[in-house]
């Protein structure tokens, strides 16, 4: 009987279970869809769909894997997004939505209280100062439950992460991991917006990877199908979870100092790129410094609210969309495989596929900038635009789309490189790895390397990692990477292109102040 380890992955719209084997390998998958009830400036879940799922995935994953197999420990990961629960710990529904009781991670209805919050610490500075905010950040989040949901607020007895909510669910007892976003902020500054109720925020602290005391619980073991005991480690952002799942190998003193010169890119609905530093530095436009799993450093984490979510948004909203989609099923291709080949189709021999939208540009802030601008009310823009409704020009809108992302994190990196990171490469993770045009425009636009990892679904390494700490397979998480993380080919730039890219993202940056001025035409009294 083999030992496998059993990774949860919770993303936005789906929960994937897996079975990972001590050295990072997937032996077995199960993927369930996830309730989603998402309009202009909501995100909502229900933790009730979320935990069934999950029990479902379980069952259904160790019924279809056909070897006998012991499972050592279970880890999981999931979004940044809050649970609600009453009282008596039970679901505290959201307003008009008798399921919902998670505010996801995409949630902006908190934007005037990231606002308030903002200017309320606006000359703060220091540790017990709560950073720039955005909506999409707790603390804005708590301050928009108090102020405009004040009998939710009055009747909520416990915030959890959707991570802890998850490892709570499993075994009972309430704890809190190094990520959590609820208890994050200092006192001080709950106190100050009035929003400091401990009972909210109560839970035992946790190092990642620690065991949660008792491990899996009797209940929770009869509806899993697991032993009861079963080791359950302490819960991980997603993002941070998939940053350890590419940044290995790491077997000497030396490639663990080489972190710093690594920017893990997390991508998939949104992005997010992690930067590791020894030292604690604070970046204006970049969240951080955050706590790391990795003894000894720190991450600064940059990104954008929606990448593959633009990418699905504008290409779903083209007239051609509908055949693009059947042809894809047609040649049993994903409708991004598929525009990959058309794209290759339309450039030929004569012209790399990059330089097809040289009259085509695109400002990726359709729901706002979350890094390094942190305004969410910025507006998407895109140049170009004809009367042609060919699936070729769908192609076309999609390769901008892709290139504006890109643009986006070349920006980012700047604000980071601007502030002493200096990166040789980066290590790509998440749904949109897998598409290798996607990631080649990384490479091509920042001018860094990228190592591919050696899991295509490495994302589900992540709760894998810290699984086998938790369970004594790897004394630290240092040591799991060591083995599990591995890595393969490197992409490189096309450095004939950097002329080309150069001029994209002059463009990138002047769609912006673009649109600076027109918003100042339009609000000018006359």
């Given at each position: 009987?083999g030992?496998?380890?059993?990774?949860i992955?919770v993303?936005?719209?789906?929960?994937?279970?897996?079975?990972?084997?001590?050295?990072?390998?997937?032996?077995a998958?199960?993927?369930?869809?996830?309730k989603?009830?998402q309009?202009?400036g909501?995100?909502?879940?229900?933790?009730?769909d979320?935990?069934g799922?999950?029990?479902?995935s379980?069952r259904?994953?160790?019924?279809?894997?056909?070897?006998?197999?012991?499972?050592?420990?279970?880890?999981?990961?999931?979004t940044a997004?809050?649970?609600?629960?009453?009282?008596?710990?039970?679901?505290?529904h959201?307003?008009?939505?008798?399921?919902?009781?998670?505010l996801?991670?995409?949630?902006?209805?908190a934007?005037?209280q990231?606002?308030?919050?903002?200017?309320?610490?606006?000359?703060s500075?220091?540790?017990?100062?709560?950073?720039?905010?955005i909506?999409?950040?707790?603390?804005?989040?708590?301050?928009?439950?108090k102020?405009?949901?004040?009998?939710l607020?009055s009747?909520?007895?416990l915030?959890?992460?959707l991570?802890?909510?998850?490892?709570?669910?499993?075994?009972g007892?309430?704890?809190r991991?190094?990520?959590?976003?609820?208890?994050?902020e200092?006192?001080e500054?709950?106190?100050?917006?009035?929003?400091?109720?401990?009972?909210?925020?109560r839970?035992e602290?946790?190092?990642?990877?620690s065991p949660?005391?008792?491990g899996?619980?009797?209940?929770s073991?009869?509806?899993?199908?697991?032993?009861?005991?079963?080791?359950?480690?302490?819960?991980?952002?997603?993002?941070?979870?998939?940053?350890?799942a590419v940044?290995?190998?790491?077997?000497?003193?030396?490639?663990?100092?080489?972190?710093?010169n690594?920017l893990?890119?997390v991508?998939?609905?949104s992005?997010?790129y992690?930067?590791?530093?020894r030292?604690?530095?604070?970046i204006k436009?970049a969240?951080?410094?955050?706590?790391?799993?990795?003894?000894?450093?720190?991450?600064?984490?940059v990104g954008?609210?929606?990448?593959g979510?633009?990418?699905?948004h504008?290409?779903?909203s083209?007239?051609?969309y509908?055949?693009?989609?059947?042809?894809?099923?047609?040649?049993?291709?994903?409708?991004?495989?598929?525009?990959?080949k058309?794209?290759?189709?339309?450039a030929?021999?004569?012209?790399?596929?990059p330089l097809?939208?040289y009259?085509?540009?695109?400002?990726?802030?359709?729901?706002?900038?979350r890094?390094?601008?942190?305004?969410m009310s910025?507006?998407?823009m895109?140049?170009?635009?004809?009367?042609?409704?060919?699936?070729?020009?769908?192609?076309?809108?999609?390769l901008?789309c892709?290139?504006?992302?890109a643009?986006?994190?070349?920006?980012n990196i700047?604000?980071?490189?601007e502030n002493?990171?200096?990166?040789?490469?980066?290590?790509?993770?998440?749904?949109?790895?897998?598409n290798p045009?996607?990631?080649?425009e990384?490479?091509?636009?920042?001018g860094?390397?990228?190592?591919?990892?050696?899991?295509?679904?490495?994302?589900?390494?992540?709760?894998?990692?810290?699984?086998?700490?938790?369970?004594?397979?790897?004394?630290?998480?240092k040591?799991?990477?060591?083995v599990?993380?591995?890595?393969?080919?490197?992409?490189?730039?096309?450095t004939?292109?950097?002329g080309?890219?150069d001029?994209?993202?002059?463009?990138?940056?002047?769609?912006?102040?673009?649109?600076?001025?027109?918003?100042?035409?339009?609000?000018h009294?006359?």
């Amino acid at each position: 009987m083999g030992d496998a380890l059993l990774s949860i992955d919770v993303g936005t719209a789906s929960l994937r279970s897996a079975l990972v084997s001590t050295k990072g390998k997937v032996l077995a998958k199960n993927i369930q869809q996830l309730k989603l009830w998402q309009s202009p400036g909501i995100m909502e879940q229900s933790s009730d769909d979320v935990y069934g799922c999950l029990i479902v995935s379980v069952r259904q994953l160790i019924e279809q894997y056909h070897h006998p197999v012991t499972i050592k420990a279970i880890g999981i990961d999931a979004t940044a997004s809050q649970v609600l629960l009453n009282q008596n710990l039970e679901p505290l529904h959201l307003p008009d939505n008798p399921e919902a009781n998670i505010l996801g991670w995409m949630d902006h209805r908190a934007q005037p209280q990231s606002e308030i919050i903002n200017k309320q610490f606006e000359t703060s500075s220091g540790q017990n100062a709560p950073g720039q905010q955005i909506p999409e950040m707790c603390l804005s989040k708590m301050l928009w439950l108090k102020q405009e949901q004040p009998e939710l607020w009055s009747q909520c007895g416990l915030i959890l992460d959707l991570y802890d909510f998850l490892t709570w669910k499993l075994t009972g007892v309430t704890t809190r991991s190094l990520f959590s976003k609820v208890t994050c902020e200092p006192q001080e500054v709950l106190e100050v917006l009035g929003i400091d109720k401990p009972e909210l925020r109560r839970g035992e602290l946790l190092l990642p990877a620690s065991p949660i005391p008792g491990g899996l619980s009797a209940s929770s073991a009869e509806t899993t199908g697991l032993p009861a005991g079963t080791p359950v480690a302490a819960g991980v952002v997603d993002g941070t979870g998939g940053s350890l799942a590419v940044l290995g190998p790491i077997q000497s003193d030396k490639e663990y100092s080489c972190l710093e010169n690594k920017l893990s890119m997390v991508v998939g609905t949104s992005t997010i790129y992690v930067a590791s530093s020894r030292s604690a530095r604070t970046i204006k436009g970049a969240w951080g410094p955050m706590p790391s799993a990795l003894e000894g450093f720190y991450h600064n984490i940059v990104g954008q609210s929606a990448a593959g979510a633009l990418i699905d948004h504008l290409i779903t909203s083209h007239p051609s969309y509908t055949d693009a989609l059947n042809e894809s099923k047609r040649n049993h291709k994903t409708i991004y495989s598929y525009l990959n080949k058309v794209l290759k189709n339309m450039a030929g021999e004569s012209q790399p596929i990059p330089l097809l939208t040289y009259d085509i540009h695109l400002l990726p802030y359709f729901a706002g900038n979350r890094c390094p601008r942190m305004d969410m009310s910025l507006k998407g823009m895109m140049t170009g635009l004809t009367l042609d409704q060919s699936i070729e020009n769908l192609a076309l809108w999609y390769l901008a789309c892709i290139q504006a992302i890109a643009l986006g994190a070349r920006h980012n990196i700047e604000r980071l490189t601007e502030n002493g990171y200096c990166f040789n490469e980066l290590r790509p993770c998440g749904g949109l790895a897998k598409n290798p045009l996607f990631v080649q425009e990384h490479v091509n636009i920042t001018g860094i390397p990228a190592k591919m990892p050696e899991e295509p679904d490495c994302m589900l390494l992540s709760g894998a990692l810290v699984a086998a700490v938790a369970c004594g397979t790897y004394t630290s998480i240092k040591d799991a990477m060591g083995v599990m993380s591995q890595q393969r080919e490197t992409l490189h730039p096309e450095t004939s292109l950097a002329g080309y890219y150069d001029k994209k993202y002059r463009i990138y940056l002047e769609l912006y102040e673009d649109q600076q001025k027109y918003q100042k035409i339009m609000s000018h009294e006359s």
